[in-house]
Nanobody
């Protein structure tokens, strides 16, 4: 499975961005998909995860109510809608895939895409 994230950029505090992660090489409808982020000098942290069907979603407390993860299995793509962005959301965002269940630890994921940088200016 190859993953390619896109949609990062520069946005002001309170703004919105939508990240996309397109998968290729294999259908990912049976995979858990997740977003992680890593700020400079910090560990890679779980942001959000979604089951293969899309029926269950999971969020880090820091983004709950502001971010929404969803997927379109027909397009083999997962999305992260980010609203009300804060300075502390600045990081490189990565998408990842694994089998069930959703795990919040990055070492549990088998497939990774290159990151996309999100910068939130105050």
């Amino acid at each position: 499975v190859q993953l390619q994230a896109s949609g990062g950029g520069l946005v002001q505090t309170g703004g919105s961005l939508k990240l996309s992660c397109a998968a290729s090489g294999r259908t990912v409808s049976g995979y858990v998909m997740a977003w992680f982020r890593q700020a400079p000098g910090k560990e890679r942290d779980f942001v959000a995860g979604i089951t293969g069907s899309g029926n269950s979603t999971y969020y880090a407390d820091s983004v709950k109510g502001r971010f929404t993860i969803y997927r379109d299995n027909a397009k083999n793509t997962v999305y992260l809608q980010m609203n009300d962005l804060k300075f502390e959301d600045t990081a490189v965002y990565y998408c990842a895939a694994r089998g069930l269940p959703v795990i919040r630890t990055f070492t549990a994921y088998d497939y990774w895409g290159p990151g996309t940088l999100v910068t939130v200016s105050s």
